[in-house]
């Protein structure tokens, strides 16, 4: 099996890829990376060899010789290798541009703020309680659904762009999934949430929730 997947059962970034492994079809070995036993795997050595930035997901293809990080580089990458399957980013110029606009959204503006790292950090350095910690990204996932939902209002259909799953849909199921995790209410979402049931629904998301997962704690 040429393609490996580091990462971790509950990051949002990690559950991109494989979303987008499994609408394409795609076999992989999946290397689990716990992020917090033993002082977070991803510090130790071996996984600094692969990503020294210390982040999962990374994606090994060894056909290629090649490691790659950052979800939407590796979602990218292989929409393009394996292009028979399941596009994920338009061959139209400007309806690739808005898919990949609201991909960043999500992928560079809402997730980072949530990133387990920003969170060890105000707990850390900023004497943050629990409660704290989620109201924080209650706050940030209000926000930026907010501009997500009302987009939509003008190009959904049945998934974020019409009727076909692209790296937008793949990217907020997702961050739906921070949001509830942290008891944000979606009702003020009805669009998003329609959209997240739409994909649910079908098995390639189905498999790739963080609960199917083998490292999810039982």
């Not at 002082?39 to 490691?67: C, I, W, Y």
């Not at 028979?84 to 309806?95: G, K, S, V, W």
């Not at 004497?127 to 990204?137: C, G, T």
């Amino acid at each position: 099996m040429s393609l490996k997947l580091y990462g971790y059962w509950r990051s949002s970034a990690t559950y991109r890829v494989r979303i987008a492994m499994n609408l394409k079809g795609l076999d992989y070995e999946y290397v689990p990376v716990h992020l917090v036993k033993e002082g977070g795997e991803q510090t130790h050595e071996v996984f600094k060899r692969l990503n020294p930035a210390q982040l999962v997901p990374a994606l090994v293809d060894d056909d290629e010789d090649f490691v790659l990080n950052q979800s939407l580089s590796i979602i990218e990458y292989l929409d393009e290798k394996y292009p028979d399957t399941c596009r994920l980013i338009p061959e139209h110029a400007l309806e690739r541009a808005r898919v990949r606009g609201l991909a960043h959204d999500i992928a560079m503006e809402m997730q980072p703020l949530g990133n387990l790292r920003v969170l060890n950090a105000l707990r850390d350095d900023f004497n943050a309680d629990d409660e704290d910690i989620a109201a924080w990204v209650r706050k940030w996932s209000e926000k930026g659904f907010q501009a997500i939902e009302r987009r939509l209002q003008t190009q959904a259909g049945k998934y974020c762009f019409d009727f076909n799953v692209t790296m937008a849909d793949v990217c907020l199921v997702p961050q739906v999934y921070i949001a509830k995790r942290f008891k944000l209410d979606m009702t003020p979402f009805p669009l998003i949430s329609k959209i997240v049931d739409n994909c649910l629904a079908l098995d390639a998301f189905e498999k790739a929730r963080p609960e199917n997962q083998p490292d999810c704690p039982e």
